[in-house]
């Protein structure tokens, strides 16, 4: 056995290990694949396969014995990554870990990626990956999620691929420029130059970043006319992650830090006085929850109460003093045009109506920009009937963002409304409803729109099909296809179902009880079912050919390859055309304040997906005051889509317009990829 401790080389007749300029700070390893053999079969990984270089990292001391007993090890375990190098530290810096037993598949230009981090013994649903510049291998974060879970605030930029931000600076009056990476799902923010200076020690496991930070202290908490319109100031010893987070009544600011239990015990006496002079309209359980500061396991969490109609936002007053205001005007909300991705701006701003002032999340999107395509998605793909929410089946679908679609039935989780992708009905329109239309050329429409399928039998009867995978339920026929799913089950009592195969009716089964009866759906041809109007089934024997005809009103919209329907229409040539009722909705609808979403395009051709929250001091917008929002704001054409807690928008890895924990499910969205 020989050791040269100058470009260090260790030969003997198993494996050869020498230092390698690429990357730096790690070692190659070439193994014999006679001895790779001899160690799967000694530890029972038979199944593993043979490497010919590997790359580990360069012990931090002279003990090399020991280190390639550990290279072994690591060998052994089948530690590979997908540029040829196995990993189980980023550089000689790192802490000392398990030794990792988990394969990462990083897509091309990627080290290692995943959607996992560890970070001081708590899991949290983070986008990262790793990348290699030069000789350098770089961490990077998910850049919402860096907003929205770790405290870096983000600036407007001009490029995307930069970003300035806040973390800490010693110099308030300069931003940090962080390095951006797109990936089809993500936009990474490089901090590896952040996370050293800051002292933190990271390490993949599979798809999980474990990542360390420095024990922090909360040296001071103070607070000042809480609940309303009230500040908070943390003062901590160092740099450290922390989130803000909200429910209409409350706050949490939850912090990566540990306070002492002198100051733990200031603050968790009864609650302080509520303020007399407070607003007849405040919510009284807002002023009767309670301030008190928690603290263990490496974090510390103020809670304190939120009157109705205000806003907590926090942000760095120094490297060392975290403020967090509540209050109802317009700084809660910062304005935001950051540059996504190429043809993709993620954007916020306050829009005045009168005398109220909404808040207002949009993405911006260039429907011809090269890579970017526009899809509806469904909650349970493939099938037509589920629900989910948006930030846990978008990343299943490969976007980048989404939006919440159209409408459906709560309770059976069923569709209600026109839906059409990639040049192939889903579901027919309902109730003369609004619906968009557009295709892989930029051309977008919004019309009122209605389908009419015939059935044409063989000995000349026409019947109308009054709904194509729905579940607006009507007397009459309804049709259901492999789109609805593999089975369907009657909605109604005394359905009488009937099986088409190759244009041709060959089984007739009634149902009695909602549900009863559970009925497969033919790949092959579809099922009719006929709810009331008996004497259409005499028209409908065994062994009756069938020819299908479909009409869509107006025509040119059954050229568009993506149609999703919400409703109603806003506004059409910039020009409010709100007709409520004329689309079938009710009139408390129309008249009721609430979160809102919407989609529309602009004049420049692009297309915008819009969320509005409550109004500054009040709740969200009427639907009058939606058109009137969507006017004030340029848009060409505009169509209301689901609102209320269903309103969410989905960038990157996280919802930017509202906490995660506030959104419902929903049955499908409006999705934007970035295709190769």
Do not use: C
């Not at 899809?375 to 589920?386: F, I, K, Q, Y």
């Not at 004497?535 to 062994?543: Q, T, V």
């Amino acid at each position: 056995m020989t050791i040269a401790t100058e470009n260090l080389t260790f030969n003997d007749n198993y494996a050869r290990i020498h230092f390698d300029a690429r990357p730096s700070g790690y070692i190659l390893i070439s193994i014999a694949e006679q001895f790779w053999n001899q160690i799967a079969n000694s530890y029972g990984l038979n199944n593993l396969h043979h490497s010919q270089f590997w790359y580990l990292p360069q012990p931090s001391t002279m003990n090399y014995q020991r280190f390639y007993l550990i290279a072994i090890a690591s060998i052994a375990t089948h530690f590979y990554a997908t540029f040829g190098f196995a990993k189980i530290a980023l550089a000689d810096s790192q802490p000392d870990l398990p030794i990792q037993t988990t394969k990462n598949t990083a897509p091309k230009n990627f080290v290692a990626q995943g959607t996992e981090i560890f970070l001081n013994g708590k899991t949290l649903n983070i986008p990262w990956g790793q990348w290699q510049v030069g000789n350098s291998v770089r961490l990077g974060i998910s850049d919402t999620a860096l907003d929205r879970q770790l405290g870096v605030e983000l600036f407007n930029n001009s490029n995307y691929l930069t970003q300035p931000v806040d973390w800490y600076a010693t110099d308030r009056a300069r931003k940090i420029s962080l390095t951006a990476k797109l990936s089809r799902q993500y936009r990474y923010l490089d901090i590896t130059d952040i996370a050293k200076s800051s002292g933190w020690k990271w390490q993949i496991s599979g798809n999980k970043l474990q990542l360390n930070t420095p024990a922090t202290k909360v040296v001071d908490v103070r607070h000042d006319k809480i609940p309303k319109n009230g500040k908070i100031t943390v003062i901590l010893d160092r740099a450290t992650p922390w989130k803000l987070s909200q429910t209409p009544t409350e706050g949490y600011l939850t912090i990566e830090a540990i306070a002492d239990p002198k100051l733990l015990a200031q603050f968790n006496a009864p609650a302080p006085t509520v303020d007399a002079n407070l607003d007849p309209d405040d919510d009284p359980t807002a002023q009767k929850l309670e301030y008190k500061v928690t603290s263990s396991k490496n974090q510390t969490i103020v809670q304190f109460p939120i009157v109705k109609g205000q806003r907590a936002r926090a942000k760095l007053l120094s490297p060392t003093t975290l403020e967090v205001t509540i209050n109802s005007n317009l700084a809660a909300i910062p304005d935001r045009e950051i540059k996504w991705a190429p043809g993709l701006k993620w954007r916020q701003k306050w829009v005045k109506l009168g005398v109220n002032n909404f808040p207002v999340t949009y993405l911006e999107i260039d429907p011809r920009q090269q890579g970017i395509k526009i899809r509806p998605m469904l909650a349970l793909e493939p099938n037509l009937v589920g629900t989910n929410h948006l930030i846990k089946f978008a990343p299943t679908t490969q976007v980048v963002a989404a939006i919440n679609g159209g409408y459906f039935n709560r309770n059976n989780r069923m569709l209600l409304g026109a839906l059409k992708r990639d040049g192939k009905w889903l579901s027919s329109p309902i109730l003369n409803r609004g619906a968009i239309g557009w295709n892989d050329k930029g051309k977008i429409q919004i019309a009122r729109v209605k389908m009419q399928e015939t059935l044409t039998t063989s000995t000349g009867d026409r019947l109308q099909i009054l709904t194509l995978n729905s579940a607006y339920v009507q007397a009459g026929l309804g049709r259901y296809t492999a789109a609805w799913g593999s089975t369907y089950a009657p909605m109604q009592a005394n359905e009488l179902i009937f099986t088409v195969q190759q244009d041709r009716v060959t089984q007739i089964t009634p149902s009695n009880a909602i549900g009863s009866v559970i009925f497969e759906i033919p790949t092959n041809g579809y099922l009719l079912a006929l709810r009331g109007q008996p004497e259409l089934a005499g028209k409908l024997s065994i062994g009756t050919s069938l020819s299908l005809q479909r009409q869509i009103t107006p025509p040119e919209f059954d050229t568009y390859s993506q149609i999703i329907a919400a409703g109603p229409w806003l506004v059409r040539s910039s020009q409010i055309v709100l007709d409520a009722q004329g689309e079938n909705f009710g009139a408390n609808f129309s008249k009721e304040s609430a979160v809102r979403s919407a989609i529309a395009n602009t004049a420049n051709g692009n297309i915008i997906l819009v969320a509005v929250h409550n109004r500054a001091g009040g709740k969200g917008p009427t639907l009058a005051e939606m058109a009137q929002l969507m006017q004030q704001m340029g848009v060409v054409d505009a169509l209301n889509l689901d609102g209320g807690s269903s309103t969410s928008i989905y960038l990157g890895g996280q919802l930017i317009d509202r906490a995660s924990a506030t959104a419902a499910r929903v049955h499908n969205a409006i999705g934007i990829s970035l295709e190769p």
